[in-house]
């Protein structure tokens, strides 16, 4: 029998928050530290990501990184289509031969469409061939509204994303390699003192600093005339509560900062990180058939931790759904039901109750109660009404 079981929390409950009006095309903005959408605006359809692109070129090479097909220190030939790529570089020419490491410089801190040719012909051959390999690896990775048409996000009309599988994609990239994320925050890179005026990051939430309340630590820009003016940002608080936000179709580098800044502070001061029940706490009782106890009790087993909106009042709604009764034997950590929590004008949230304790099989008595009562719920099912 599937049971559900509301129960009346000492929660918080939430008025809603203030939505984001953004002037971008198109948005997506996720809190990394609770998994949480807080806004979605055409996230999920395939756009120009410009430049925003470059990211999948830095996981596939990251990817290269740490399955040790590549070092640091390993170095790549330059084509002479590399050196002839027009827009953005890092000024690599024929003769040089860039390490791993320079290259990953170039790419996230010159937007360097040279550096990202450099790498596709180290690693794919062609770069034709590595941008088949890029649009296969979004697909195994979720990002299903991706095709790769080249490495660096020039403009061609195959060549798309959505801000949702960009934002995917840099959290993969903050949590899936943070050995290599601290780069997207380094700010100056002159590849032998070639192109000064190309030395700067162009992230301009990086110029902000970490004297406010949260700090930008990546990660990266992108502009043509098709895609407007895209920014894939994170920044993390003091306390360690972490935001992804992508933006794309703004008019202009202006409109990029303050859109970026603006949408980071309504993140992080518009919501606020509460924890909800603790790791172990009992929320609720499961019955228990044929058992040397009748109950157990369900408990998640990590702290339960959601954002709600800023402004709040008593009363969120919270109950617990098992298939129930259980029976023995039931063993501590076993998963039996879930807790599911709901705040007003924020997704559901779902977590797993494991049995808190051991529940071994009952003796003869606890057999024949069972069975008992079976046959009374049975019979009381079946008698006539009058």
């Not at 790549?76 to 410089?105: N, Q």
């Not at 990029?256 to 919501?271: D, I, K, L, S, Y």
């Amino acid at each position: 029998m599937f049971k559900r079981l509301c129960l009346a929390l000492a929660l918080l409950a939430a008025l809603p928050a203030q939505a984001f009006e953004t002037r971008a095309t198109a948005a997506w903005v996720y809190d990394v530290t609770t998994h949480t959408v807080l806004l979605d605006k055409n996230a999920d359809t395939p756009l120009p990501p410009a430049s925003m692109s470059k990211l999948m070129t830095l996981n596939m090479l990251f990817e290269a990184l740490r399955d040790g097909r590549v070092t640091m220190d390993t170095t790549f030939a330059v084509s002479t289509k590399a050196r002839e790529m027009g827009g953005s570089k890092m000024f690599v020419e024929e003769r040089d031969r860039p390490t791993v490491e320079d290259l990953i410089h170039g790419i996230i801190i010159n937007s360097g469409n040279d550096a990202c040719v450099v790498v596709a012909e180290g690693l794919g051959g062609t770069e034709a061939d590595f941008a088949r390999q890029m649009t296969a690896r979004a697909k195994a990775l979720g990002m299903n509204n991706s095709t790769f048409a080249n490495s660096s996000g020039w403009p061609h009309p195959d060549h798309k994303m959505s801000v949702h599988d960009l934002g995917i994609l840099a959290t993969r990239l903050i949590e899936e390699f943070p050995e290599f994320y601290p780069y997207f925050a380094m700010t100056g890179f002159d590849y032998k003192n070639r192109v000064p005026s190309n030395a700067q990051n162009r992230n301009p939430l990086l110029q902000l600093g970490p004297d406010g309340d949260w700090t930008a630590d990546g990660l990266k820009t992108g502009h043509t005339q098709e895609a407007g003016y895209g920014l894939v940002g994170s920044a993390v608080q003091k306390d360690g509560r972490r935001i992804v936000f992508v933006l794309t179709g703004l008019a202009s580098e202006a409109d990029r900062a303050q859109e970026g800044e603006q949408v980071t502070n309504w993140a992080f001061r518009q919501f606020v990180q509460k924890t909800m029940v603790k790791a172990g706490q009992r929320v609720a009782e499961a019955e228990v058939w044929m058992g040397n106890a009748v109950k157990v009790g369900l408990v998640p087993q990590k702290d339960v931790s959601l954002l709600v909106p800023a402004l709040t009042q008593d009363g969120i709604t919270a109950e617990v759904s098992y298939t129930g009764p259980l029976t023995a034997p039931v063993v501590a950590g076993q998963p039996v039901g879930e807790l599911v929590i709901r705040v007003p004008d924020m997704p559901e949230h779902r977590v797993p109750l494991v049995a808190e304790g051991d529940v071994a099989n009952g003796g003869f008595r606890a057999r024949l109660t069972t069975a008992a009562q079976v046959l009374i719920a049975r019979f009381q099912q079946e008698a006539p009404t009058t």
